[in-house]
Structure formats: C-alpha cells, structure tokens
C-alpha cells in the first residue's frame, strides 16, 4: 500500500504559496508559474507610484490637521517643532517599508510584513482592526472633509446642511468604489489628476506665504514660542494631527505585486517623499 505524495496548496490571492524550509516563496521567484495560478497585472509605473504616494500624503489631512496642531500646541514655535518632528517620524517609517518592499515583493502592506514575521494569528487581528476600525474611520474623515469642501462654495452665506454633507459624501464614496473595481488603469489616471488638483492646491496656499515673507511679515515668528502653554493632554492629540497629515507613505506597499519593477519603483517612489 502506498501513500499519496502531499502537495502544498497555493493560494489564489498569491499571499501564501505554501512554505518551502520554513519561508513564504514570492510571487516573483524563478519557479515556473503553476497552471491555473491567479496573479495581479502589473500597471502601476513611476509615475502611476508617484502619484499614489503624494495623492494619499497631500489629501484631507493637510488641510485640517494645521488647525489643530496649533490649537494644541499654542504657539507658532512649537507647532512648527511639532511639524518636523512628525515630518522624521514619517521620514524614518517610509525608509523602512522602501527596505520592506523591495524585500517582500507581495501586496498588503501591513499585513503581508506581520504575516511574515509573526505569523498568521497577529496578521489576521491586524487586517481584521483595519477593516472594522481604522479604515472605515479614516474613509469617514476623509469623505466627509471631501463633502464639506465640495459644497463650500454653494452656501457660502449660510450653514451647510449636515444632510447634504452626507449625502455628498455617500456619493463620493461610491464612485470611489466603483472605479476601483472597474479598472486599475483608470483609477490610476484620476488619482493622477486629483494629485495634480492638490498640488495646485497647495501651490496656491504656499506662493502667497512665501511672499508675505519676502515682504517682511514676519511678526509671527517674534517670539514664537510665547503664548499658551501647551498642555501634557494637548501635545499628545498636535503629534496626532501631525502624523495624520504625514499618513499615507506606506499605501504603495499596499500594492507592490501590482509595480512594475518593484525593487527599484518602491524604493525610488518612498525615498523621494
């Protein structure tokens, strides 16, 4: 009587492909593909990576994260220490996953790293406090930030209608949904036009700042650290604000399987930001 050779299962969604002397093989390795096996299309260029990163860091956040750094600091001075504090935090934790994506060439980001390197117990809390909790507060932010802005300029002699806000938002996120679903190419495409749109955005916020310097104002900065003093409580929610505003360096890891040439894209796309 003989027994059946095992054969290790590989996953459809290519995240585990069975473990040879303890590793996780990639999806990039040099074994020949298997009949049948299901992988993502790589459509995500430099620039289509590029646009990804600074599309997520310069979005809801940038706008309103200013005023509550400030709120909480109190001061100029310490609100701009805040600002490049967070700005090394966020500059340390991009040089790590540029390491990481060029090591671990597989999509999901957090994920994939603590699959990995803990196993599948920690990976799957993780993935399950992102999906109940985190994304769906960030999404909420977000798109209700993205609500508020798109009708500010139709009421702007009165207060807009939390209903319409909703409403707006709903919308907005739907649409997200769809075009995501429907094609990586064209999602691709608007996130560059939307990253475009908020780099004139901030363009214009920061040209007319810069030359009020030129001219000399400069009042602000006269001791900049005077005024309220800022708060044990306070601090804690400034360096959050901050971080918020920095967020977004990692969601190219999100979709590495998906770059074209992942070891030198990743690295070149987060070492530039």
């Not at 996780?24 to 074994?31: A, I, Y």
């Not at 590029?50 to 600091?73: E, H, R, V, Y």
């Not at 949904?177 to 990586?184: A, C, Y």
Request: glycine share 10%; with cysteine.
């Amino acid at each position: 009587m003989f027994r059946k050779a095992a054969v290790p299962t590989v996953s459809n969604g290519s995240y585990l492909q069975g473990r040879a002397n303890g590793k996780l093989s990639s999806v990039d390795s040099g074994q020949p593909a298997r009949r049948g096996k299901v992988v993502l299309k790589k459509k995500v260029t430099l620039l289509r990576g590029i646009s990804i990163i600074i599309g997520t860091i310069i979005g809801a956040g940038i706008f309103i994260s200013p005023k509550g750094i400030l709120k909480n600091t109190g001061s100029v001075g310490m609100s701009l220490t805040v600002w490049t504090v967070c700005g090394i935090l966020s500059l340390f934790g991009a040089l790590c996953y540029a390491e990481l994506g060029t090591c671990i060439k597989k999509s999901g980001g957090h994920y994939t790293y603590i699959l990995e390197a803990f196993g599948p117990l920690p990976a799957f809390v993780r993935v399950w406090v992102e999906l109940l909790i985190i994304r769906p507060a960030a999404t909420a932010v977000i798109s209700l930030a993205f609500g508020r802005y798109i009708l500010e300029p139709f009421f702007m002699q009165c207060e807009i209608p939390e209903l319409a806000i909703k409403l707006i938002t709903a919308v907005g996120i739907t649409l997200v949904m769809v075009l995501n679903s429907t094609s990586v190419s064209w999602s691709a495409r608007i996130q560059m036009f939307l990253t475009f749109c908020k780099l004139v955005a901030i363009l214009i916020i920061i040209v007319p700042g810069v030359i009020q310097l030129i001219k000399g104002e400069t009042q602000h900065f006269k001791n900049a650290f005077a005024g309220n003093d800022a708060s044990i409580m306070g601090l804690p929610l400034a360096f959050y604000s901050g971080m918020y505003a920095y967020s977004g360096w990692f969601y190219l890891n999100f979709v590495t399987e998906e770059v074209e040439n992942p070891e030198k894209y990743v690295l070149n796309v987060l070492l530039d930001f």
